[in-house]
């Protein structure tokens, strides 16, 4: 068996038993996945792993993964199964000929993964968050994450929709969020939608949502886009789950400056033909109750 403390160097990455966690630490490299080099280093802690495993990989190599429990983990409850076996972070690639040193690896880390976790998933994820990165350029805009409790999306002049220019830019508060869809811009379709508590209504197509931004071509790449949602997701988590009480989101919508400007870039919209008469009087009347 390994002793804590032991290192474990494979391809693109090494893996640390400490007393109470597993640290996976990323090389950087120009073989080494994007998603890899921007999570740099990760601390799992033992209760948040199901079990370990060690199978045959691609070209002569093995492989050992720490399987991590369902809810454990921000990044992999928003990858939701998607991400490539080469871009799973849990992963670790070793040359076939040391693949008793792998099983002696596995077997050590099976010993201190707890057969009866105490379940603190309820109270947040026991991975931390990915560091970065907190803003990304979309194909229709830019998202931006201040780390703490606000995401906004800048809408594109060229590329965003008409239903898009017509709400205007979009703050949205972590605590009215309820959680983070994520699709892979690996295949067509990709976008990232943010979920407001209490659901209702809201545009079947990504590109007419204002809570949602759209990949496309190099534009919200995994390893930019996936580290953006955990980290919003895991905000949300850390929040108080209860709805937000309505005195309470007026007060966080009801900056002065923020809905003068709003009214601003609606008033343009309808200058510019792209808002009816209709429409410019019943959002002006919505963004003034804010008040």
């Known amino acids: 068996m390994r002793r804590m403390g032991d290192v474990l160097a494979g391809i693109h990455a090494t893996w640390e038993l400490e007393s109470d966690a597993l640290v996976i630490r990323f090389e950087r490299g120009i073989r080494t996945p994007r998603l890899f080099q921007a999570l740099r280093e990760r601390r ?10 060690l199978a045959p990989g691609r070209r002569g190599t093995v492989v050992l993964r720490a ?3 369902p809810g454990a983990d921000p990044l992999m409850e928003a990858a939701a199964g998607q991400l490539k076996d ?3 972070p849990y992963r670790l690639a070793l040359p076939a000929d040391r693949e008793e040193l792998a099983a002696h690896w596995r077997d050590a880390l099976a010993s201190v993964i707890p057969s009866d976790p105490a379940d603190r998933l309820d109270t947040g994820f026991l991975v931390a968050a990915p560091q970065g990165p907190r803003s990304f350029k979309a194909y229709d805009g ?3 994450f201040d780390g703490v409790s606000e995401v906004s999306f800048r809408w594109s002049s060229t590329m965003a929709t008409s239903e898009k220019w017509k709400t205007g830019d979009q703050s949205f508060r972590i605590r009215e ?8 811009p690996a295949s067509p379709g990709g976008f990232l939608r943010l979920l407001p508590r209490g659901g209702g209504a809201r545009p079947e197509r990504p590109d007419h949502d204002p809570a949602s931004v759209v990949f496309g071509l190099g534009y919200g790449p995994v390893h930019d886009s996936l ?18 009480p309505a005195g309470a989101r007026g007060a966080a919508h009801g900056d002065p400056g923020a809905i003068a400007e709003r009214i601003r870039h609606l008033g343009e919209l309808h200058q510019a033909g792209l808002v009816t008469d209709e429409e410019f009087a019943a959002k002006k009347t919505e963004l003034l109750a804010e008040l």
Not at 44 to 52: G, H, R
Not at 229 to 243: F, G, N, S, T
């Open 86 to 88: 080469t871009c799973d």
């Open 44 to 53: 799992v802690p033992y209760e948040a792993l199901a079990s370990a495993a």
């Open 177 to 184: 969020l309820s959680g983070v869809e994520w699709r892979t």
């Open 142 to 144: 830019k998202a931006t």
């Open 227 to 244: 580290p953006f949602a955990a980290a919003v997701l895991a905000a949300i988590r850390a929040k108080d789950r209860a709805p937000v």
């Open 67 to 69: 399987v991590p429990r």
